[in-house]
DNA sequence: TGCTACCTGAGAACGGTTCTCATGGTGCGA
DNA sequence: TCGCACCATGAGAACCGTTCTCAGGTAGCA
C-alpha cells in the first residue's frame, strides 16, 4: 500500500483540475506556481503510480510523456485536440473487435492496442481559421 | 531535392532488408557490422528523412523511434511483435471510417488517427508457452 | 510517543536524439 | 570533362525528458 503524502494528493488533485493531457514537467511547474514545494522527481513517481493504478491516461507525444485523470476501471480511448490537448474521453467497441480480430487471423496472441484520434478541438478550429484568413 | 549518397541508399537497403521494426541505433550497428562506415546521425537523418517522404512508418515504443520500411502511397497500420518487432501490415478500413465519425461528432477538424495492435507473433508466442512452462 | 520502513527532493546520471562545425563529395554549369 | 558552390557527412558535444542516488524526513502503526 502506498503511503498517503500531501505530495502525492497534490499531483492527483492537480491532474484532476486539468482538462486535457499534460506533461509531468508542466504539472510540476503549475505546482510550483501555486506555492507548492513538490519535487520534479515526486510528480515523475506520482504519475507513473497513478498510471499504473487506472487513475489516470498517458500518451507519448513527441517525446514526451502526458497525462491525463482518468475514470477508473473502464477502458477507453481518446479524442485530442493537437494544439490544447484538450481531450474526450471516447468509447471504441468496434475498434475493440477489430482489433482482436486481426491479431487472431495473423495467429498473433496476447493483443492490446493503441488507438488514439487527433484533431484540432472546436475552439482550436475557430482560431486556425481566423489564422488563415488573415 | 536531395542528394544521392552512398549512405543514404545504405539505409534505404538496410531498412528494406529488415522485417520488423527497428531503431535507429539498431540499423547503425547493423550497418557497422557489415562493413559500412556510415555515422550514427547520419542514420537518424536518413530514417527521418524517409519517415518524411512516406518510404518508412514510424512508431514509438518505450522512448525510442522505431522504422519500417513501408509501402509508399497506401495508408495502412500494423500488426506489431512486442518481443522481435516482426511487423504486418493491415488495412482497418472500417476504423478509418469510426475515426472520422468520432472526430466529427465531437466538433473536431482535421482529424489523423494513430492504431497500432500489439501482440506476441506465432513463433514468440510459442517460444513464451516454452519458458512458461519449465 | 517511538520505531521503522518507506517517501521525498536536489542533483547527478542516463539514453535517445539533435546540434555543431570542419571536412569532403555531389550535382551542375561552363 | 573540369571546377566550383553548396550541401551532406560524422565525431563528439549538447540537449532534454526521465530515472537514479542517497541522505534526511515522515506516515503509519503499536
Ligand atoms: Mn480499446
Ligand atoms: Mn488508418
Ligand atoms: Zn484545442
Ligand atoms: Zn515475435
Partial sequence: MKRNTWQREAVRE????????????????????TGSEVGLATVYRALADLAQEGEADSL?????????????????????CRSCGTAVEISADPVEAWARQVAAEHGFTR??????????????????DETASD
Avoid: K, M
Avoid at 21 to 32: D, I, K, N, T
Avoid at 60 to 80: D, F, K, M, N
Fill in 60 to 80: 507519448v507525444q513527441e517525446g514526451e510523456s502526458l497525462y491525463r485523470a482518468c475514470t477508473p476501471g473502464s477502458h477507453h480511448h481518446h479524442l485530442i
Fill in 14 to 33: 492537480a491532474l484532476s483540475r486539468t482538462e486535457g493531457f499534460v506533461s509531468a514537467q508542466a504539472l510540476h511547474a503549475s505546482l510550483r506556481g
Fill in 111 to 128: 493483443p492490446e492496442h493503441v488507438v488514439d484520434v487527433f484533431g484540432l478541438c472546436p475552439e482550436c478550429s475557430a482560431s486556425a
